[in-house]
């Protein structure tokens, strides 16, 4: 598995420690095999390969930092060589900097950096707390908001355990039952479920039980996620190339739930923000702590771009099973400037 990756692993680290780089990283997989069995004879089995990799560059002085992370099933996909030059690239980047005061930014998200803010979205999504009108999906009035519509955006949320590169288990595998999962629905089959389909909420996580209080149909809890955008194309980069002034942030950390009601988020920027201007990255600028909404995003951004597998800075040690698109949203709110470093 580590054949191809590991040599050119370590002659990235050779390079780096030639040039005056220093490489911070880890390398994780593994394969966990569950075993299903039930009283009423039930038997299954799921095999599940998992993988994902992180590396921060600094120059010797420390002066500034780029991280690149990833997920993967086997390290088959990942190419050592291309991390170590958009490292090399963002430090590049780097070389001029610029502080800005906080305010609303025309920003530019990779799909890591929507991963991040997605994830707390589909942990939060739970049918029983919304009927009880703790969170964003509560309906006014009573019951959940599920069939109204959240954007105009021609947004698809959705979970598919056999999504392609994002293969998860087929069934409910529930060590301990919560408001979302049940060890009674255990060994039910999963398969695609649209939590958000056309902009519309489709669905939200729930087990039998909550079901029966809801009304709404079984829809458990699956170990992928996926944003799709109609029609979108073409790369972070290509968002980049239409923006006048504004910024890119590689990644965020530090999240956490301010408003329930609005599923407000706040956290920090970290290791690498990009001035863009005239479509250009032109150099990097301080770290930011954000406020925002991933629901509110999901109607605001402007542009988007072709959905890819992405892994969460934040979140990826727990749900690495992501694919997202880029997106560009015009007044992304940097509430205040961070002194992190």
Known sequence: MYADFAPALGEAFGRANAEDRILYGFVDHDVTTTYLGTSTGLRLRHVQPTGHYGCTAKPTDLSTSAWVGGATRDFADVDAHALDAELVRRLGWASRRVDLDAGRYD??????????????????????????????????????????????????????????????????????????????????????????????????????????????????????????????????????????????????????????????????????????????????????????????????????GGTVPSFSREWGDYFPRTATPALRVPDFNMSTVSQAN
């Open 107 to 304: 920003t530019v998200l990779p799909p890591t950096a929507v991963a991040d803010l997605l994830i707390y979205l589909y942990w939060t999504a739970s049918a029983r707390s919304a009927h009880d009108g703790q969170t964003v999906f509560s309906k006014r009035g009573g019951g959940t908001r599920i069939g109204e519509r959240l954007t105009d955006q021609p947004v698809h949320m959705f979970s598919d355990p056999a999504y392609p590169r994002l293969e998860a288990a087929p069934f409910v595998t529930a060590s301990s039952s919560n408001e979302i999962e049940s060890v009674f629905d255990n060994g039910l089959p999963l398969g695609r479920t649209d939590w958000i389909d056309d902009g519309t909420l489709s669905a939200l996580l729930q087990n039998r039980f909550s079901a029966g209080l809801t009304g709404q149909p079984v829809t458990p809890y699956v170990d992928n996620l996926v944003l799709d955008v109609d029609g979108a194309t073409g790369s972070t980069e290509d968002l980049v190339a239409g923006v006048e002034r504004g910024l890119l942030v590689t990644c965020l950390w530090y999240i956490r739930e301010v408003d329930p009601q609005t599923l407000l988020l706040t956290g920090l920027t970290r290791d690498g923000v990009y001035l863009v201007e005239n479509g250009e990255v032109t150099g990097a600028v301080n770290n930011f702590r954000f406020n925002e909404s991933p629901v509110d995003l999901l109607r605001r951004f402007s542009h988007a």
